[in-house]
Nanobody, 122 residues
Framework: QVQLVESGGGLVQAGESLRLSCAVSARTSGTFTMGWFRQAPGKEREFVAGITWDGGNSDYADSVAGRFTISSDNARKTVYLQMNSLKPEDTAVYYC???????????????WGQGTQVTVSS
């Protein structure tokens, strides 16, 4: 069982930055490949970025590549998403979730937390 708590969202203007955090806890000790997803009103949930727990490999959606950076802090069991040069189209609820090591774009489980709201105004 994995528990996920997202934080760091907020209301910002286009061009500004935010850093999202995902605190990960598990009943058993171990590591997970983690991903960030987002869902805008009226749209399907989409992949944003993924990373191995040791940070050795990462993957990004084309829409955020070059602007967003995913990172992890193993000691704090936290995954981050640094979002720079935010655009109005980045507005969505952002979720973190364990993903398949073989494909960062596929969630490992069906559970989703409450996420954190990111709103970018023009």
């Amino acid at each position: 069982q994995v528990q996920l708590v997202e934080s760091g969202g907020g209301l910002v203007q286009a061009g500004e930055s935010l850093r999202l955090s995902c605190a990960v806890s598990a009943r058993t000790s171990g590591t997970f490949t983690m991903g960030w997803f987002r869902q805008a009103p009226g749209k399907e949930r989409e992949f944003v970025a993924g990373i191995t727990w040791d940070g050795g490999n990462s993957d990004y959606a084309d829409s955020v590549a070059g602007r967003f950076t995913i990172s992890s802090d193993n000691a704090r069991k936290t995954v981050y998403l640094q979002m720079n040069s935010l655009k109005p189209e980045d507005t969505a609820v952002y979720y973190c979730a364990p993903v398949l090591p073989s494909n960062f774009r596929i969630p490992r489980y069906s559970y989703w937390g409450q996420g954190t709201q990111v709103t970018v105004s023009s």
